[in-house]
Structure formats: structure tokens, C-alpha cells
């Protein structure tokens, strides 16, 4: 249950995110189609964090305690890319149009979890 709840968070941040952010675009033909693509690419935003997130913060140790963390902002917004890659191979009408959308997206995508994760708890 809490996974189903997490997933649903992430789909209405990443929403968000497209409302918010130029360059973050859901484009399917009608709003069940978005719905469906936003909750397959925050399975798909989720899995991607699971798996490499630790690896990464594993790797980079370094730049994250020389950048007192801000290092995490670009790898946030690499993966939020690696996302928008792999939707496109999966032939989900998500796109991410390059670094800057990622990285001001994987903010609000950021922000907006962490707000709706305080408000249902869990």
C-alpha cells in the first residue's frame, strides 16, 4: 500500500512539474492517457532512483561532500532524463527537452514529493 501511495505522489509531482516547467511534456491524446503516463513514468522515475541513486551517491561520495550536496540537484536532473529516455523506448508521450528542464523539474518534482510525503505520512 505505501508503494501504491508513493508512486501516486511521485505521478501527481511529476504533473506538476509539467504544468510548471517548459520543456516537461505529457502528450497523449486524451486525459486518461495522461494519467496512465504519468503513473507508468513514476514507476519507471521510481525504479530508476532504486537502482541507481545509491550507486551514484556510492560513486560520487566526493562531489556530494565537496558541493556540501548541491551535487544531488544534477544527478536528480540526470535522472529525471534517464526517465524521459526511457519512456521514449517504452513509446510514453513523456519528454524531457534537455538539462535545464530536468534540473528545474526534478526541483519541483523534489519539493512536491517531500510536500505531499508530510501530508499523507505514512
Not at 502528450?27 to 521510481?46: H, K, M
Not at 519528454?95 to 499523507?120: Q, R
Request: with cysteine.
Amino acid at each position: 500500500m505505501k508503494i501504491i501511495v508513493k508512486i501516486l505522489a511521485v505521478a501527481a509531482a511529476l504533473w506538476v512539474a509539467t504544468e510548471l516547467v517548459d520543456g516537461i511534456t505529457v502528450s497523449g491524446d486524451t486525459t486518461s492517457r495522461n494519467v496512465l503516463t504519468l503513473l507508468a513514468v513514476a514507476l519507471i522515475f521510481g525504479l530508476v532512483n532504486a537502482v541507481l541513486k545509491p550507486i551514484i551517491k556510492t560513486v560520487g561520495c566526493a562531489f556530494y561532500i565537496l558541493t556540501l550536496g548541491l551535487f544531488a540537484l544534477i544527478v536528480n536532473a540526470g535522472l529525471l532524463l534517464l526517465t524521459s529516455w526511457i519512456a521514449a523506448q517504452v513509446d510514453l508521450p513523456f519528454h524531457v527537452a534537455g538539462f535545464w528542464a530536468a534540473f528545474w523539474g526534478a526541483i519541483v518534482v523534489g519539493v512536491v514529493s517531500w510536500l505531499l510525503d508530510l501530508v499523507l505520512g505514512d
